[in-house]
């Protein structure tokens, strides 16, 4: 691996996923072993969608621990600039939403997350019991960002020079994604329209794909590259939350999200990801 990549390399575990990865030989990545996203890289290596996610290369021991040898994605890229876009319009699955109500317990640690947030936020009675809910803040946690007014969020931005920003979460209208993806591209139109075609592709992979239609995807992300020699990608990512659906039950993926309907909105997130990059370019 040149010193390039790894440094982008480390510098993105650094930023976005601290703890979960490991470099591996040329050309792989190991990420912390996960069953559900073992099984869906198994599953995608003979989908539609599998030129748009890592491949994946089996599991290997590594200290006493159990990864999963994928992919590197950035071992095409010199000094890569980096974007980490969640999709959809939860970040949690129902069911994790079930448990959490089945056993209620106040959280003071969650309180004063949502304090530091924004201190109107917690109701009186929370006020005054210095805790919340998790299934209460799992949902407002939400309201904060682009999930849900638009079904995607910038998680992360990794610069070709190393600056790496992580405050997006407050980020909910068009005009502040717009704001944070020209300085991700340092206003380069090429490249734009690079990630818009890929996009697309990615789009009408997801359409035809046999995988898509009978999972839950939630919590997953598309992992944006370019460098400065012009060449952009997209891909998939993070599978950990992605489950198979009840027999017989498939999704739009662009319906909007009722509890039990188990729609994660991923295509709609899309589809307002690609339109916004299109007003860009025409703009």
């Not at 996923?17 to 290596?45: R, T, V, Y």
């Not at 909007?256 to 309907?261: F, L, Q, S, T, Y």
Request: hydrophobic fraction near 35%.
């Amino acid at each position: 691996m040149n010193a390039g990549v790894q440094q982008g390399l480390s510098t993105l575990l650094l930023c976005f996923s601290a703890g979960n990865f490991k470099a591996g030989d040329f050309g792989c990545i190991l990420k912390k072993h996960c069953s559900s996203e073992q099984q869906c890289l198994e599953w995608l290596a003979s989908d539609a969608l599998q030129p748009y996610v890592p491949a994946y290369y089996g599991l290997v021991e590594h200290d006493g621990k159990t990864y999963i040898q994928m992919e590197d994605l950035l071992s095409s890229f010199d000094a890569p600039s980096i974007m980490d876009c969640k999709i959809g319009v939860r970040t949690y699955l129902e069911e994790e939403l079930e448990k959490a109500r089945e056993q209620p317990c106040p959280r003071r640690d969650m309180y004063d997350k949502m304090v530091a947030v924004d201190p109107t936020a917690p109701t009186p009675e929370e006020h005054a019991q210095h805790a919340v809910l998790k299934p209460r803040y799992m949902q407002w946690r939400e309201t904060l960002s682009s999930t849900t007014t638009l079904g995607f969020q910038i998680e992360g931005i990794k610069k070709a020079d190393g600056a790496c920003s992580t405050g997006f979460k407050k980020t909910r209208q068009p005009e502040q994604v717009v704001q944070a993806v020209w300085d991700f591209m340092d206003h380069d139109r090429c490249i734009l329209m690079s990630y818009l075609g890929r996009l697309k592709d990615v789009r009408l992979a997801l359409e035809q794909s046999e995988f898509f239609k009978g999972h839950e995807v939630v919590g997953s992300s598309l992992l944006f590259v370019h460098n400065h020699a012009g060449l952009a990608r997209v891909w998939m990512i993070d599978f950990g939350k992605t489950v198979p659906l009840p027999a017989e039950q498939t999704l739009t993926h662009r319906l909007p999200w009722v509890e039990g309907n188990h729609e994660d909105g991923y295509l709609w997130g899309l589809d307002n990801l690609i339109a916004i990059l299109e007003k860009m370019l025409n703009e």
